[in-house]
């Protein structure tokens, strides 16, 4: 019948159900180990926030700080990308600013948690004809830039590890978007 709704198979059915399963028991086990106690602040070793209190310091590991440096460089090549882009493209300009600002932050996080200055990027290749497929060019820097971060992130734990999967996340979603915006205008 053309009316009906469309079933779902019996093992996307038990692919649900498990995702469901292990998320219930992750967020079980997460909450499990809350304690919120008003008069105390967060984990310990953590950083605390606004209210005055340090941040940890910068890593001396060198295994930590040439995985947060390479990243440093990797995200200030793509900035530096994204700004040239926003000029010699105008039209593209509003869609490139969440990309601009998220690399921004994550560039200064990256220098505070390592503790190091990255040297400047080196030269890139010429940007594409149009404004499409320089935002195409965006889009695919950042999938393999998601790559190289969650496998750098991957191997390291704790602070750096976080923050470096959290970059991956974004620019995961940055490069969702910008394809979007490419499949929408074609």
């Not at 941040?55 to 295994?63: F, G, H, K, L, M």
């Not at 994550?106 to 030269?123: M, R």
């Not at 190289?148 to 992130?153: E, I, R, S």
């Amino acid at each position: 019948m053309p009316d009906d709704p469309p079933r779902l198979s019996r093992r996307t059915a038990l692919r649900t159900a498990a995702l469901a399963a292990g998320t219930a028991t992750a967020l079980s086990a997460v909450l499990a180990g809350c304690d919120d106690k008003p008069d105390q602040p967060g984990t310990r070793g953590g950083s605390e926030g606004p209210d005055g209190t340090s941040q940890p310091a910068p890593s001396t590991d060198p295994v930590v700080v040439a995985a947060l440096t390479t990243a440093a460089v990797q995200i200030a090549q793509l900035a530096s990308r994204y700004s040239k882009v926003s000029h010699a493209f105008p039209a593209v300009r509003s869609q490139l600013s969440p990309g601009v600002r998220l690399h921004a932050a994550h560039l200064a996080k990256l220098k505070e948690v390592s503790g190091a200055e990255p040297p400047q990027p080196a030269k890139l290749p010429a940007l594409p004809k149009t404004a499409s497929a320089a935002v195409a060019d965006l889009a695919t820097r950042e999938q393999k830039l998601v790559i190289a971060h969650a496998v750098a992130a991957a191997r390291l734990s704790g602070t750096p590890a976080r923050l470096l999967a959290m970059v991956a996340a974004s620019e995961s979603q940055l490069a969702a978007t910008l394809t979007k915006k490419k499949q929408a205008a074609q």
